[in-house]
């Protein structure tokens, strides 16, 4: 921990900086998935993958439990906007009040569906970022796949992020390995 003190006739000590558990595992998973998204999306032709970005730290967890949550409830909440900002799109076209149709829509959906996750709102964010893309659209092919593109930048980001959480658990237990093997080696000498 760090601390910083004021000195004077009132002595006053603050904390600064106090890591949390499993802070270095947040940072290297988002820092080498940001890294595996940014540099290999556009070999695919995606060229700026922001969204895949911002569902991998999303999704990020060191525990596989919370992570195939985090990522079933992003999957949800992706296709749920998805589809509703598609079936807007047609009917209304790529405009504001089709926006906010969509996102009324799918926070009704959200509501009534029981055992919706409960980070609903990643919902109508899709709607949002699906139909801002399709504003730049010149037609409704256009601006459908330009949503579509948004839509697997997510399922890619949270791909990869679940895909690091399983990696993350292998290491884990090959160091367990290791330091059990070790604690049994040095209690037979």
């Not at 940001?34 to 991998?56: D, H, K, Q, V």
């Not at 996750?117 to 699906?130: A, D, E, H, K, M």
């Not at 992020?161 to 080696?185: C, F, I, P, S, W």
């Amino acid at each position: 921990m760090i601390f910083f003190a004021i000195h004077g006739n009132n002595r006053m000590v603050f904390e600064l900086i106090s890591p949390k558990k499993n802070a270095l595992v947040y940072i290297i998973k988002i820092l080498c998935g940001s890294l595996i998204l940014w540099y290999g999306l556009p070999l695919l032709g995606f060229e700026e993958p922001y969204w895949a970005m911002i569902s991998l730290i999303i999704v990020t967890e060191p525990d596989m439990n919370l992570a195939r949550a985090n990522f079933k409830a992003r999957l949800i909440n992706t296709l749920t906007g998805c589809v509703v900002a598609c079936i807007s799109l047609l009917i209304f076209g790529a405009t504001f009040h089709a926006m906010l149709i969509a996102m009324i829509v799918t926070v009704a959906i959200a509501m009534l569906w029981q055992n919706y996750p409960s980070n609903w709102r990643l919902g109508p964010i899709t709607v949002v970022i699906l139909l801002s893309a399709a504003f730049s659209g010149t037609g409704v092919n256009e601006e459908l796949h330009l949503a579509l593109l948004r839509v697997t930048e997510v399922i890619v980001g949270s791909i990869v992020a679940l895909l690091q959480g399983a990696v993350y658990v292998q290491v884990q237990k090959l160091t367990e390995r290791r330091t059990d093997a070790n604690g049994k080696a040095n209690e037979k000498l």
